[in-house]
Structures are given as C-alpha cells and as structure tokens.
C-alpha cells in the first residue's frame, strides 16, 4: 500500500492553478507566515539567538580576527533585503569557509543580516551534530528548506554546490573546483525568483587540509568520511578544529538576477546547466586570480 | 485555492451531523461545540461506549463498526455531514490491535456506510494526523499538504493512518458529489487531551535522547476542536495541516516547562531501552520514539488561508499546559464526574414535561450578574 499524501482528488488543473498563483496571493501566503514571537530566542530553524551569539563572539570571532585574518571584497553584493543564495568553494575537515562567510556578512555588511547555511541530510541523524548545527544556522540542504528559507522567508542561503567532493578533496587537489552537482541550486534560486551571489574563499584548503582519508574509521565512526589531518583524529574530536593559520581572503562576486531568465527559466534544463557552469566558472577565474596575487599562504 | 470558500450558513437548509467517536474526547467535544449553531438542526454521535460528556441535544446511538447500521442511521437521519473524529494516533491510549481496528477497519466501514447510491451525504470530514508525515532524517523542516513523507511508515500508528487516509482519498476520488475535508493535526497539548507527550511533560525530569534535539510543533486542544468546527460550517474540499504557529525545539520546551532535561536515552538502540523505562512509567511509543530524535514541522498556512485563526501558538500552547501542570495536584479529585444515564437523557430529551433544547434561552457563556455589582 503505497500512502499518497496529494491533495485530493488530484487533477492536472489544480496543479496550473498551483503554478500560477498571482502575485498577490503571494504576498498572501507570505502574510500567513508564523509571525516572530519576540520572547522566543530560538526561531523556527532551531537558531538559537544566543547560542550562535557565544560561538560568534569567541569561537568564530577569534578564528576571523586573530587565526585567519579574514580579509573581506565585495561584501555589498550581498544584497540588503530579499531573498539572496550565496554559492562558495568548499574544502577542507569541518570547514571553516561557512562560519567565516557568515561573519563576514554580520561584520562587514551595512545591513547584516542572518545567513543560513545549509548542510547535508547526515548530521541531522548524528548525535550531537544534530542538536547543535541548527544553533548556528545550519538547516538541511532539502530543496524545500532552501525555498521556504529563500522565496517565503526572504532570508540568505549559503550553499556549497561541490558538497561532499570539496570537503572530501586532498591538499593536492586545492582551488580546483568541483563539478556543481546537477545544478539544483540554480534551479531553487530560479524557483524562488532569489539572486545568485557567488563567493569565492581562499585560505580554507589550506586551513584544514586533508593528506588522507580513511575507509576503515569511516566504517567504524560512522562518519560521513575520516579525514586525516594534521590534527586530526591524533588530538581527538578537538583535532577537528586545529585549524593551520592560513590567511584567509572572501570574495562576494556580482549578484546574477535570476528573475530576469524569462518566465519559469527552472523548466528550462538547458539554461540551469549553463548558469551553474557560468556560476562555477566565474568562482575558479577569480580563485585563480586571488590565489596568483597571493604571496605567502600564510600572510597573503 | 482558497476561493471555494463559503459559508454553508449562508444555505437555506438546515444541516443534520453524524459524529463518530462521540464518546472520544474529540467527538464529545465537538458535539458540544456544534450544539451552539442553530442552522445545525440534528446531531447524532455513534460510539461503542458511553459519552463521556454532557451533552444537550446531541442524540447518542450505541453501536459498533457495523456498516450496515450505521448505513441505516445515516440514511433514516438524513445525514448530510459526517464527521469522523475516531482516529487513534497515540498508541499509549489503547491496545495495537484496538487501534488497528477502529483506524483502519472503522474507518473502511464508515466510508462504506456514507457511500453508495441515494446517500445523502454531502460532506465527510476526516480528522488525520501529521503522522501521515512520519519522522525521519531527510524530512523537510516544514510539510506542506503536498509532500510526501521521506521514508515508508516504520510503526503501527504511522501505518494505520496512513492506510486510513489512503481509504478516505480514494473514496473522495470516487463520491464526487462529497466533499471531503481532511484535518492533518500535528501533535496536540492541552489540559484535558492525554497524550504521550503530555505524559512525558508531567515527569519531573524530561528525558531526551542524548545528542538531540528535535523541533517539534504542537496544537492546543480547544484549537483542534475550532479546526473540525470550522471544517464543519465552512465548505473546505481538501486536505490541510493543523498545527500552531511556531516549531519549538524540545530544549526550549523544557525550558518553558520550567523543568530539567535529561538527556539519558542513547541515541543508538533506543527502542532496546523503552521496555524497561515502561516498567518505571516512562513511556515512549514507537511513533514518538522517531519524533524525540528527528522531530517534525508541519506549514500550517493553507488552513488559516480559509480563515481559520488560531487560539495558541505552539508556544502558548506549552505555557497553557505547564500553568495546568502547575494546578493538577490541587484540582486533583474536584473536576466533576459525568455518567451517562440512558434514561435521563431519554427523559430530557423524549418527555413532553421537558422544555425542548430550541425553545430553551441560549446558555450565556461566563459573565454571571455580580451579586454586589460595582
């Protein structure tokens, strides 16, 4: 017995009516939005105002001033209000390229605002992992978080579209960007009618580099997968934030309006693929430049 | 999506109720609420036991999951709505095989009582669960009526009711001429409703599986019996999710509660640990086991696109029932007793000598006249 969970009576027509919604109802569906409840320090995420507050003025805050030395361009491409995906390069063990972004918005930017970053489905089924990501403003990467978190909710979504191939890469393989899955990030921002910002980082592949992986304590950990760093596993799970003191450098590139493509650009496979290769293409060019202008990994 | 909306009110008719469950909390409840509106002309409520509340006018017939008598009640009464408010979504209040029973075999039953050629039902209402939804690791944060639940249902519950709703989405398909509104309610809190979580709520440590904490949602018990009453008056064709503003997480719950977690269950074989917790009066059914780990959001806003408003939050939800916490030990033993008596209510009902329900003034609701008025 297969449940299915369709609205009722399932008819092709009510599925039209769905797509084509008018503007004002929109805006409708959007009113009926829980409102903020101002005692509640957790929103409905699971972000924990004050949770993410500590971390943000100690962790987060001595790794950005002090560790990496965060250097930040472009930070008003990040736009000020409406729905916004930001695309980066991901590497490294437990990487630290999402907190930084983040800090670098709530530092930076004139009108900072949260930045929601997604993560992979398998946290949220590891104890301890599970009850702190969403704290800090981790949500799963389930293409509905991304729309409710873009489209109804306004808000800034950060994704890695390289996923598990960047954090997984080996020092050898540094700043060479990975193919971007299948482009469905392309696909939610075009849905949700939201900007691209793609985000270029450098400094995080060395920060945390990986020499090795290991199939056998993946196996026995359960992990997602065993990176052998140069802290890591010898210090324990602390060694996972022995991060090296690399200099770190964020680039915001020119947001791309996907609201322009034409009218439901997302049915249009042929232009996703192409966006998402534009996407990737432009976040290497730069990390080329960035990292060919950089003298020392150390210093800059 | 919304435009179908439409007071029934507003038809001359007058409208006859067939309940099931009266005897349920829901169904009693219900009852009592639709006997204020005056347009609904009968109300019956079938049931195997006795009603549990005092009722005015509702008329009680005590039968089983017989289609065939139920068949002959609809059809002698004239039923036009029926409202099916019987479903068991908490293992803890009855026995599997009872539960199976009423979910998947009454419900079957009833759908075949109100189907067929000359039926005069026009509207079946279905309370489900959001247990439709399940609970599990690639969940989206917020269910919309529209997804589908991530993994296939691992535990009774989930599976009755999933079966459940499968026979009343099929038997809408086929009666084209009924509409039929299902409720998906997310977990209720309230003073009166007995749930596993209310019980879990009244220990004085909280257990928690360690490593977790899941967000959960709730709806207050007065909201779902407003949610079956505007089904009720309203024309709803459709499914909806009914669950209050806000998802909570359970560290946050506690808090609210004013009490301390535990986090003591291992994340790793927890269902191995719930028989002995059951001996020491912790009880933590399958259907909850899934939602103390990965919990559940439910988007409540195509309902209150048809105008339904909420009384509670989530939040407020849990404050309600912490200040009830707060008041058991010394209300214990005071709330009154109802029986049932079949010939009282023959009586006030049957007898000439009796004043009938209609001629009776409208019962004012709360202000009685100050005696020393100011």
């Known amino acids: ?26 805006d409708r569906m959007r009113s009926l939005l829980p409102a903020v409840e101002t005692e509640r320090r957790i929103d409905d995420w699971g972000r924990s105002e004050r949770i993410e507050g500590v971390f943000d003025a100690t962790l987060v805050e001595f790794f950005y001033r002090y560790w990496f030395r965060c250097e930040v361009e472009g930070v008003e491409n990040v736009p000020a209000d409406g729905g916004a995906l930001l695309v980066s390069n991901h590497a490294g063990a437990l990487p630290p390229d999402a907190a930084m972004i983040g800090k670098a918005i709530r530092d930076e930017h004139p009108q900072p605002r949260p930045l929601y970053m997604t993560v992979e489905h398998f946290f949220k089924g590891y104890p301890g992992f599970s009850a702190l990501l969403p704290k800090i403003g981790c949500v799963p990467a389930h293409p509905a978080n991304v729309h409710r978190l873009l489209y109804d909710e306004g808000q800034l979504v950060l994704v890695f579209p390289e996923g598990r191939k960047g954090t997984e890469k080996l020092v050898k393989d540094r700043y060479k960007v990975q193919r971007f899955g299948r482009g469905g990030f392309v696909e939610a921002a ?5 900007k691209l910002v793609p985000v270029c980082v450098v400094g995080a592949e060395e920060a945390a580099p990986v020499f090795a992986r290991s199939k056998l304590l993946q196996k026995a950990t359960g992990l997602l997968y065993f990176p052998l760093t140069p802290t890591f596993p010898w210090l324990g799970p602390a060694g996972m934030l022995g991060y090296l003191p690399a200099k770190f450098r964020i680039r915001f590139l020119e947001p791309i309006d996907t609201t322009l493509m034409g009218a439901e650009p997302a049915e249009d496979k042929a232009l996703v693929q192409s966006v998402a290769q534009e996407v990737r293409a432009r976040i290497q060019e730069n990390l080329h430049e960035m990292v060919s202008r950089r003298k020392s990994v150390w210093l800059g | 999506m919304s435009a179908g909306v439409e007071v029934i009110a507003e038809r001359p008719e007058r409208r006859r109720v067939l309940i099931t469950g009266l005897s349920s909390y829901w169904g009693g409840r219900l009852a009592q609420a639709l006997e204020a509106f005056a347009e609904i002309e009968a109300i019956v409520g079938v049931d195997s036991r006795d009603p549990t509340r005092e009722l005015e006018r509702t008329e009680f017939v005590k039968v089983s999951n017989q289609h065939a008598l139920i068949q002959r009640i609809v059809r002698a009464a004239r039923i036009d709505t029926v409202i099916d408010a019987r479903l068991v979504v908490d293992s803890i209040t009855t026995s599997r095989q009872r539960a199976h029973e009423s979910n998947v075999i009454g419900t079957m039953n009833l759908l075949a009582a109100c189907a067929g050629e000359g039926s005069p039902v026009r509207k079946f209402i279905f309370k489900s669960s959001a247990h439709v939804y399940g609970s599990a690791q690639t969940d989206p944060a917020f269910f919309t009526e529209t997804m589908a639940r991530s993994s296939p249902a691992s535990n009774p519950i989930e599976r009755d009711v999933a079966e459940a709703e499968a026979s009343v989405i099929d038997f809408a398909t086929k009666q084209r001429n009924v509409d039929v509104t299902v409720l998906r309610c997310a977990n209720v809190l309230g003073p009166d409703v007995n749930t596993s979580f209310s019980k879990l709520f009244a220990l004085p440590l909280i257990p928690m599986i360690a490593g977790f904490d899941p967000r959960l949602q709730f709806v207050h018990e007065d909201d779902v019996v407003h949610a079956l009453e505007h ?9 909806y999710n009914v669950g209050a503003d806000g998802v909570l997480a359970l560290s946050e719950i506690i808090g609210l509660l004013g009490k301390r977690p535990l986090p003591v269950l291992p994340p790793w074989g927890t269902g191995v640990l719930t028989s002995p917790l059951r001996a020491l009066g912790v009880q933590i059914p399958p259907e909850m086991q899934s939602l103390m780990r990965f919990g559940r959001g439910i988007d409540n806003r195509r309902y209150k696109a048809s105008g339904f408003e909420y009384g509670y939050t989530t939040r407020e939800a849990v404050r309600a029932f912490s200040e009830h916490l707060r008041l058991q030990p010394i209300l214990r033993g005071v709330e009154s007793s109802y029986t049932y008596e079949g010939e009282v209510e023959r009586f006030l009902r049957r007898s000439p000598l009796t004043r009938q329900p209609e001629e009776r003034d409208r019962r004012t609701s709360g202000t009685e006249q100050e005696p020393f008025g100011i």
């Open chain 1, 190 to 194: 075009m849905r949700a009618e939201a």
């Open chain 2, 231 to 239: 089904a009720a008056v309203h024309r709803l064709p459709g499914v």
């Open chain 1, 1 to 26: 017995m297969a449940p299915r969970n369709t609205s009722l009576a399932p008819s092709p027509e009510a599925a039209e009516d769905e797509a084509a919604l008018d503007v004002p109802e929109r």
